[in-house]
């Protein structure tokens, strides 16, 4: 394996501010100064972006850097400029002059990053010009969007690997932070003209706590998530545009501040929206999965997911938002079984080769799984990506909230309540039966006569609703009709029924134990400390309006609490708290030493 030069830490430290590098960095910067293709998979904020930064600083060459999204994009040149590195983008939100100052730039060889959309890249005229720049190295963010299997898929992204080789002898570079096995050879049949080196690191992210619920009254459930995070900032998904508006008013009428997000806001609003969470703190943003791509907020503290996401992949993608910046993070997704009917359907309604449709069942089911799963859920997450980890005591079912129990029994009672009500009614009207409380409907039926009816009693309607949807989730009951809805036996349930196979069930809370999450800082601050943090934070968020930048790229949460606890007295002590470099330190070391001192009078 190739070793780092010095001079390599010496610039993480002189210009980025950092003293050590974070796992993976070391090796995927030695094999991109070494040459040769590289695809490196990493988990969102572990730092990808630093693997490709380093290098440009350090051979002083210029990187060309293809990013999927424009305020992505815009981000990073911001960040980059203000620790002094020439670096500039070209799209087409920017202005006539911009795009002529980044050009003129371009010329004259003093670029390092030079950041891309992909539908640019394509443009002969750019080709051209990038190939008298002589760039080293083609940096492609967010690789995953070439694949037409992922989430995000990007037609634009296929163009990539042809203007690759139209650029010649230029090193490519991949990252990515979602690839399954399928995704990630995907990516390197399209991006690639000969094999990569593959970097794959853990997709653990260790400091996100990970939650489940069942939807019982999904308002409530919220309600109480984001007030245990009450002034932090976090993002709530929905499935619907009108359930991000009629959610973030919920909110706001009980004293949070939040902003809804989705593509069917009109364009300022969206922008407007997106700009406060990332420059304000203690934003909830309550959107669709339109908001996030662009979205590198490094202090982002929570993610709730209001209603099911599409698949596993893109539940870690988004629960991923949270935590960037190494510091613990809390999740919770509800989940329920319209929610699992409703996905269902979305891909049946698709128009799509029955073999991909088969494929995305496969994908869904493998949520639905997470959702009810009776073990540690980042055990059954990693095992998704193929990683083996032991029970990680940050979930819940790690923290016991969780029960399990052979459920073969009642699961015979409720497939044969299914069979016997001739296959088409809902968990509800099911439970219904197996309790024997009735209803006007099941009298109608006749289903009061029925073997079944009361074989339940002995647990409550909820019980009987949660183990309905558990064996959906399962595989053991079908949707019976795209129109009406209701369940019918798959082949497992009909094994279940007759006694040849077994099923484990969990059984759902009654009610929750409240936990005291420990966000925030790793130590806890003492009260001095979370008093000088405070000043140091207005102190930042003074100097961000100023210049209209947002609030971490003047410094991440995680420099001003280290300021905080280092209460350094001169610049040089400054210059000893994680994230300062000199360019930083010139800038506003005076600044904060000044709020320092006022905070410590
Ligand atoms: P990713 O693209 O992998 O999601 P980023 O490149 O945005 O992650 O990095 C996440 C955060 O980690 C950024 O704030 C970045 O400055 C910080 N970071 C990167 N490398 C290091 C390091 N070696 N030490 C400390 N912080 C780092
Ligand atoms: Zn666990």
Redesign the pocket.
């Known amino acids: 394996m190739a070793i780092l030069p010095h001079s390599a830490r010496a610039l993480?430290k002189s210009v980025?501010g950092?003293e050590?590098?974070?796992t993976g960095?070391e090796e995927i910067i030695a094999a991109l100064l070494e040459g040769g293709p590289v695809l490196a998979v990493?988990p969102?904020?572990?730092?990808?972006?630093?693997c490709y930064q380093l290098p440009a600083l350090l051979e002083e060459r210029l990187t060309v850097v293809v990013s999927p999204l424009i305020a992505l994009m815009r981000d990073q040149v911001q960040q980059m400029k203000a620790l002094g590195v020439a670096a500039a983008t070209l799209n087409s939100m920017n202005s006539r002059p911009e795009n002529e100052a980044a050009r003129i730039a371009l010329r004259e060889g003093a670029l390092r990053l030079l950041f891309v959309s992909p539908e640019r890249l394509a443009l002969d005229g750019l080709i051209a010009e990038l190939r008298s720049a002589s760039p080293k190295r083609l940096a492609i963010d967010e690789a995953h969007c070439v694949s037409e299997w992922g989430h995000d898929f990007r037609p634009e992204y296929r163009q990539i690997g042809v203007v690759a080789e139209a650029l010649g002898g230029v090193q490519v570079a991949a990252f990515t932070?979602t690839a399954d096995k399928t995704t990630r050879g995907d990516i390197a049949n399209k991006l690639f003209a000969s094999p990569p080196r593959i970097f794959l690191h853990s997709f653990d992210r260790p400091n996100i706590e990970l939650n489940f619920s069942p939807k019982d009254q999904p308002r409530r459930q919220l309600a109480r998530f984001v007030e245990k995070h009450r002034g932090e900032s976090g993002i709530v998904y929905c499935s619907s545009r009108d359930r991000t508006e009629l959610l973030a008013e919920y909110f706001n009428a009980h004293g949070h501040e939040a902003v809804a997000y989705h593509a069917g806001l009109d364009q300022t609003v969206r922008n407007r929206n997106q700009d406060r969470f990332l420059q304000e703190d203690g934003l909830i943003a309550v959107a669709t999965i339109a908001f996030g791509m662009g979205v590198?907020k490094?202090d982002v503290r929570f993610v709730a997911h209001a209603d099911m996401p599409s698949s596993v992949e893109s539940y870690y993608q988004e629960i991923g938002r949270a935590g960037?910046?190494g510091l613990p993070a809390d999740t919770l997704t509800l989940y329920g079984v319209e929610d699992m009917a409703f996905r269902r359907r979305q891909i049946d309604g698709k128009d799509i080769p029955e073999d991909r449709r088969r494929f995305e069942h496969g994908r869904f089911n493998a949520l639905a799984m997470l959702c009810e799963a009776p073990a540690c859920r980042r055990q059954t997450l990693l095992a998704y990506f193929d990683e083996k980890v032991s029970p990680c005591g940050r979930c819940d079912v790690c923290t016991g909230q969780v029960a399990v129990y052979d459920g073969t029994i009642p699961a015979q009672k409720a497939l044969s309540a299914v069979w016997r009500t001739g296959q088409r009614f809902g968990a509800a009207y099911l439970a219904d039966v197996l309790t024997g409380a009735g209803s006007d409907a099941v009298s109608r039926n006749g289903h009061e006569n029925l073997k079944t009816f009361g074989v339940g009693k002995e647990l409550g309607k909820h019980v009987w609703i949660s183990i309905v949807r558990q064996l959906f989730a399962l595989g053991a009951l079908q949707i019976a009709s795209e129109e009406h809805g209701g369940f019918a036996l798959t082949d497992r349930g009909a094994d279940v029924l007759r006694g040849r196979e077994t099923v484990m069930l969990r059984r759902d809370p009654e009610k929750r134990r409240e936990r005291r999450l420990h966000t925030g800082p790793a130590r806890p601050l003492d009260a001095g400390d979370e008093r000088v943090l405070a000043a140091l934070k207005r102190k930042r968020l003074a100097l961000a309006r100023e210049e209209g930048v947002p609030a971490f790229v003047i410094f991440?949460d995680k420099t001003l609490i280290d300021m905080a606890e280092k209460r350094p007295a001169t610049l040089d002590g400054m210059l000893a708290v994680?994230?300062v470099g000199e360019r930083k330190l010139a800038r506003y070391g005076d600044a904060f030493l000044e709020a320092l001192a006022e905070a410590l009078d």
Do not use: I, V
Not at 44 to 49: I, L, Q, R, Y
């Open positions: 993480l980025f950092y050590e590098f974070r960095q990493m969102t904020g572990s730092g990808k972006s630093m932070a590198n490094p960037r910046d991440p994680h994230g």
